[in-house]
Protein backbone atom coordinates (compact mmCIF):
# COMPACT_ATOMS: atom_id res chain seq x y z
CA UNK A 1 0.00 0.00 0.00
CA UNK A 2 1.26 3.33 -0.71
CA UNK A 3 -0.27 6.27 0.71
CA UNK A 4 0.08 10.11 -0.74
CA UNK A 5 -0.73 12.90 1.50
CA UNK A 6 -1.68 16.39 -0.11
CA UNK A 7 -2.64 19.93 0.80
CA UNK A 8 -2.01 23.66 -0.53
CA UNK A 9 -0.30 26.58 1.01
CA UNK A 10 -0.02 30.40 0.28
CA UNK A 11 1.26 32.92 3.10
CA UNK A 12 0.94 30.77 5.79
CA UNK A 13 3.14 32.55 7.77
CA UNK A 14 1.23 35.95 7.86
CA UNK A 15 -1.94 34.02 8.37
CA UNK A 16 -0.81 32.42 11.69
CA UNK A 17 -1.28 28.39 10.01
CA UNK A 18 0.73 25.63 11.75
CA UNK A 19 1.25 24.80 8.28
CA UNK A 20 5.25 22.93 9.63
CA UNK A 21 3.89 20.93 11.94
CA UNK A 22 0.89 20.10 9.87
CA UNK A 23 3.03 18.54 7.44
CA UNK A 24 5.72 17.21 9.09
CA UNK A 25 2.64 14.91 10.92
CA UNK A 26 1.22 14.45 7.54
CA UNK A 27 4.65 13.04 6.63
CA UNK A 28 4.36 10.67 9.52
CA UNK A 29 1.56 8.51 8.17
CA UNK A 30 2.11 8.83 4.17
CA UNK A 31 5.06 7.91 1.93
CA UNK A 32 4.89 10.72 0.20
CA UNK A 33 3.30 14.22 0.46
CA UNK A 34 2.89 16.68 -2.20
CA UNK A 35 2.38 20.79 -1.39
CA UNK A 36 1.19 23.63 -4.04
CA UNK A 37 2.25 26.17 -2.65
CA UNK A 38 0.98 29.30 -4.09
CA UNK A 39 3.49 32.55 -4.44
CA UNK A 40 3.38 34.33 -0.75
CA UNK A 41 4.03 37.22 1.04
CA UNK A 42 6.16 35.67 3.40
CA UNK A 43 8.63 33.18 3.99
CA UNK A 44 5.93 29.70 3.64
CA UNK A 45 8.08 28.34 0.63
CA UNK A 46 11.35 28.65 2.26
CA UNK A 47 9.84 27.22 5.41
CA UNK A 48 8.50 24.06 3.67
CA UNK A 49 11.63 23.86 1.43
CA UNK A 50 13.58 23.45 5.11
CA UNK A 51 11.61 20.54 6.44
CA UNK A 52 14.01 18.69 4.00
CA UNK A 53 11.89 15.18 3.52
CA UNK A 54 13.17 13.58 0.29
CA UNK A 55 9.19 12.47 -0.12
CA UNK A 56 7.97 16.09 -0.19
CA UNK A 57 7.03 17.27 -3.45
CA UNK A 58 6.77 21.28 -3.64
CA UNK A 59 4.76 22.61 -6.92
CA UNK A 60 4.81 26.46 -7.08
CA UNK A 61 1.71 27.67 -8.32
CA UNK A 62 -0.29 30.79 -9.41
CA UNK A 63 -3.65 31.64 -7.71
CA UNK A 64 -6.37 32.85 -9.84
CA UNK A 65 -7.23 36.37 -8.18
CA UNK A 66 -10.29 37.11 -10.65
CA UNK A 67 -11.95 33.84 -9.29
CA UNK A 68 -14.02 34.40 -6.25
CA UNK A 69 -16.88 32.21 -6.15
CA UNK A 70 -17.70 29.86 -3.07
CA UNK A 71 -14.10 29.21 -3.04
CA UNK A 72 -13.26 27.98 -6.08
CA UNK A 73 -9.60 29.36 -6.03
CA UNK A 74 -9.30 26.65 -3.19
CA UNK A 75 -10.56 24.21 -4.75
CA UNK A 76 -8.06 24.46 -8.06
CA UNK A 77 -4.93 24.74 -5.37
CA UNK A 78 -6.51 21.90 -3.73
CA UNK A 79 -6.58 19.27 -7.08
CA UNK A 80 -3.71 20.57 -8.22
CA UNK A 81 -2.09 18.90 -5.33
CA UNK A 82 -4.04 16.18 -5.31
CA UNK A 83 -3.71 15.29 -9.23
CA UNK A 84 0.26 14.67 -8.92
CA UNK A 85 -0.30 12.33 -5.85
CA UNK A 86 0.87 8.40 -6.83
CA UNK A 87 -0.67 6.67 -4.11
CA UNK A 88 -3.46 4.42 -3.45
CA UNK A 89 -4.95 6.69 -1.20
CA UNK A 90 -4.99 10.54 -1.05
CA UNK A 91 -4.57 12.25 2.50
CA UNK A 92 -5.80 15.86 2.08
CA UNK A 93 -4.71 17.72 5.10
CA UNK A 94 -5.41 21.31 5.52
CA UNK A 95 -2.38 23.94 7.26
CA UNK A 96 -4.29 24.27 10.66
CA UNK A 97 -4.86 20.99 10.94
CA UNK A 98 -2.95 18.28 12.57
CA UNK A 99 -2.40 14.51 13.43
CA UNK A 100 -1.92 13.33 17.01
CA UNK A 101 1.18 10.66 17.09
CA UNK A 102 -1.13 8.38 19.33
CA UNK A 103 -3.11 7.71 16.03
CA UNK A 104 -0.70 7.43 13.15
CA UNK A 105 -0.61 3.55 13.62
CA UNK A 106 -4.46 3.49 13.35
CA UNK A 107 -4.97 6.02 10.04
CA UNK A 108 -2.82 3.50 8.44
CA UNK A 109 -4.17 0.34 10.02
CA UNK A 110 -8.03 1.75 8.73
CA UNK A 111 -6.48 2.79 4.93
CA UNK A 112 -5.00 -1.34 4.77
CA UNK A 113 -8.27 -2.61 6.22
CA UNK A 114 -10.41 -1.03 3.33
CA UNK A 115 -7.32 -1.03 0.79
CA UNK A 116 -9.17 -3.61 -1.41
CA UNK A 117 -12.97 -2.90 -0.26
CA UNK A 118 -13.23 -0.56 -3.61
CA UNK A 119 -16.51 0.32 -2.27
CA UNK A 120 -14.87 2.58 -0.02
CA UNK A 121 -13.85 5.42 -1.70
CA UNK A 122 -13.21 7.74 1.50
CA UNK A 123 -12.20 7.67 5.00
CA UNK A 124 -14.57 9.80 7.36
CA UNK A 125 -12.30 11.62 10.23
CA UNK A 126 -13.98 12.81 13.83
CA UNK A 127 -12.91 16.23 14.98
CA UNK A 128 -11.35 18.75 17.73
CA UNK A 129 -12.20 22.55 16.22
CA UNK A 130 -10.40 24.24 19.15
CA UNK A 131 -12.05 27.73 19.76
CA UNK A 132 -10.05 30.67 21.22
CA UNK A 133 -7.87 28.91 22.95
CA UNK A 134 -6.34 25.16 22.53
CA UNK A 135 -8.16 24.58 26.22
CA UNK A 136 -11.76 25.21 24.46
CA UNK A 137 -13.33 23.74 21.46
CA UNK A 138 -16.39 24.54 19.48
CA UNK A 139 -19.04 21.50 19.66
CA UNK A 140 -22.73 22.44 18.22
CA UNK A 141 -24.57 21.45 14.77
CA UNK A 142 -22.86 24.57 13.62
CA UNK A 143 -19.92 22.97 13.39
CA UNK A 144 -19.20 19.69 11.08
CA UNK A 145 -17.79 16.86 13.27
CA UNK A 146 -17.03 14.35 10.80
CA UNK A 147 -15.50 15.16 7.48
CA UNK A 148 -13.68 13.08 4.74
CA UNK A 149 -10.10 13.33 4.63
CA UNK A 150 -9.02 10.57 2.71
CA UNK A 151 -10.11 9.68 -1.23
CA UNK A 152 -9.54 6.62 -3.19
CA UNK A 153 -7.01 7.91 -5.06
CA UNK A 154 -8.36 5.46 -8.15
CA UNK A 155 -12.01 7.02 -8.35
CA UNK A 156 -12.80 10.14 -10.63
CA UNK A 157 -13.32 12.71 -7.66
CA UNK A 158 -13.20 16.29 -7.80
CA UNK A 159 -13.29 19.19 -5.36
CA UNK A 160 -16.04 21.95 -5.75
CA UNK A 161 -13.72 23.74 -2.33
CA UNK A 162 -11.14 22.92 -0.18
CA UNK A 163 -13.51 21.34 2.15
CA UNK A 164 -14.62 18.35 0.68
CA UNK A 165 -14.85 15.84 -2.46
CA UNK A 166 -17.67 14.74 -5.32
CA UNK A 167 -17.44 11.69 -7.13
CA UNK A 168 -17.95 11.63 -10.87
CA UNK A 169 -20.26 8.79 -12.12
CA UNK A 170 -20.44 8.16 -16.40
CA UNK A 171 -20.42 12.10 -16.57
CA UNK A 172 -22.83 12.71 -14.37
CA UNK A 173 -23.97 14.76 -12.14
CA UNK A 174 -21.51 14.43 -8.49
CA UNK A 175 -22.36 12.63 -5.33
CA UNK A 176 -20.42 12.54 -1.99
CA UNK A 177 -18.03 9.31 -1.69
CA UNK A 178 -18.89 6.27 0.22
CA UNK A 179 -16.53 6.24 3.11
CA UNK A 180 -15.81 4.51 6.57
CA UNK A 181 -14.12 6.21 9.72
CA UNK A 182 -11.05 6.14 10.13
CA UNK A 183 -11.37 5.64 14.06
CA UNK A 184 -9.87 8.73 15.07
CA UNK A 185 -9.82 12.46 15.53
CA UNK A 186 -8.25 15.58 13.13
CA UNK A 187 -7.11 18.22 15.16
CA UNK A 188 -8.26 22.04 13.80
CA UNK A 189 -6.58 25.05 14.89
CA UNK A 190 -7.89 27.42 12.66
CA UNK A 191 -9.95 29.16 15.57
CA UNK A 192 -6.61 29.75 18.33
CA UNK A 193 -4.34 32.32 15.90
CA UNK A 194 -3.97 35.52 17.36
CA UNK A 195 -6.67 37.75 16.77
CA UNK A 196 -3.84 39.85 14.85
CA UNK A 197 -3.60 37.03 12.61
CA UNK A 198 -7.70 35.98 12.26
CA UNK A 199 -7.50 39.39 11.16
CA UNK A 200 -4.92 39.67 8.49
CA UNK A 201 -6.81 36.47 7.01
CA UNK A 202 -10.22 37.61 7.05
CA UNK A 203 -8.90 40.75 4.90
CA UNK A 204 -6.87 38.16 2.60
CA UNK A 205 -8.97 35.51 1.66
CA UNK A 206 -12.80 36.76 2.08
CA UNK A 207 -12.36 37.50 -1.38
CA UNK A 208 -12.38 34.19 -2.60
CA UNK A 209 -15.38 33.63 -1.15
CA UNK A 210 -17.09 36.73 -3.20
CA UNK A 211 -17.10 38.41 0.83
CA UNK A 212 -15.86 42.14 1.70
CA UNK A 213 -13.75 41.77 4.56
CA UNK A 214 -15.03 42.49 8.05
CA UNK A 215 -12.84 43.31 11.17
CA UNK A 216 -12.39 40.32 13.54
CA UNK A 217 -12.85 41.70 16.79
CA UNK A 218 -12.24 38.27 18.87
CA UNK A 219 -13.43 35.17 19.44
CA UNK A 220 -16.09 36.11 22.63
CA UNK A 221 -19.08 36.58 20.29
CA UNK A 222 -20.33 32.84 20.54
CA UNK A 223 -22.79 31.05 21.92
CA UNK A 224 -21.29 29.63 25.16
CA UNK A 225 -23.27 26.49 25.10
CA UNK A 226 -21.41 25.63 21.81
CA UNK A 227 -17.92 25.80 23.71
CA UNK A 228 -16.58 22.45 25.46
CA UNK A 229 -13.57 21.92 27.32
CA UNK A 230 -10.83 19.60 26.06
CA UNK A 231 -8.94 18.04 28.78
CA UNK A 232 -7.24 15.12 26.59
CA UNK A 233 -3.92 15.91 24.95
CA UNK A 234 -2.68 18.25 22.07
CA UNK A 235 -0.11 16.67 19.10
CA UNK A 236 3.10 16.75 20.59
CA UNK A 237 4.78 18.52 17.43
CA UNK A 238 2.39 21.54 18.44
CA UNK A 239 3.87 22.33 21.97
CA UNK A 240 6.05 25.45 20.94
CA UNK A 241 3.20 27.12 18.54
CA UNK A 242 0.58 26.62 21.04
CA UNK A 243 3.00 28.49 23.35
CA UNK A 244 3.88 31.64 21.42
CA UNK A 245 0.88 31.75 18.37
CA UNK A 246 -2.45 31.07 19.90
CA UNK A 247 -4.36 32.54 21.74
CA UNK A 248 -4.14 31.68 25.50
CA UNK A 249 -7.72 31.79 26.84
CA UNK A 250 -11.42 32.48 25.70
CA UNK A 251 -12.61 35.20 26.98
CA UNK A 252 -16.61 35.42 26.44
CA UNK A 253 -18.46 38.02 25.69
CA UNK A 254 -20.95 38.25 28.71
CA UNK A 255 -23.16 40.76 26.77
CA UNK A 256 -23.12 38.49 23.52
CA UNK A 257 -26.64 38.64 22.02
CA UNK A 258 -28.01 34.81 20.34
CA UNK A 259 -28.66 35.15 17.20
CA UNK A 260 -31.31 33.49 14.84
CA UNK A 261 -28.59 30.71 13.84
CA UNK A 262 -27.64 30.34 17.42
CA UNK A 263 -31.07 29.60 18.71
CA UNK A 264 -31.54 27.12 15.61
CA UNK A 265 -28.31 25.25 16.46
CA UNK A 266 -29.76 24.83 20.59
CA UNK A 267 -32.88 23.52 19.42
CA UNK A 268 -31.05 21.11 16.97
CA UNK A 269 -28.74 20.12 19.89
CA UNK A 270 -31.77 19.33 22.56
CA UNK A 271 -32.88 17.35 19.29
CA UNK A 272 -30.16 15.41 19.04
CA UNK A 273 -30.13 14.53 22.53
CA UNK A 274 -33.49 13.34 23.16
CA UNK A 275 -32.52 11.13 20.16
CA UNK A 276 -29.55 9.50 21.59
CA UNK A 277 -27.35 11.57 20.38
CA UNK A 278 -28.66 11.92 16.73
CA UNK A 279 -26.31 14.10 14.17
CA UNK A 280 -27.54 16.60 12.91
CA UNK A 281 -24.53 18.29 10.90
CA UNK A 282 -23.86 18.79 7.30
CA UNK A 283 -22.27 15.69 5.95
CA UNK A 284 -20.07 15.56 2.75
CA UNK A 285 -20.17 11.54 2.77
CA UNK A 286 -22.13 8.68 2.30
CA UNK A 287 -21.18 6.19 5.76
CA UNK A 288 -21.43 2.32 4.15
CA UNK A 289 -18.88 0.66 6.74
CA UNK A 290 -18.14 1.62 10.40
Not at 82 to 109: K, M, P, S
Not at 133 to 140: D, E, F, L, Q
Not at 275 to 287: A, M, R, V
Request: with cysteine; aromatic share 12%.
Amino acid sequence: MKVSGFTFLRNGTILGYPYVESLKSLLAVCDEVVAAIGASDDDTLEQVRAINDPRLKIIETTWNENMQDRGYTYAQQKMIAQFNCTGDWAFYLEGDEVIHEQDYATIRAAMEKHLNDKEVEALVFDYYHFYGSPTTYAYSPRWYRRAPRIIRNSVRSWAPDGLFWLIMNENKRGRYPNAAFAGCHLYHYGHVRSVAKMNEKQKRVERYWGKKPTEFLGYGDIDPQSIRNFTATHPAILATWLQTEAEPVLKLNPNYQLTKRDKKHRLMTKLENLLGGKDFTKKHYKLIRK
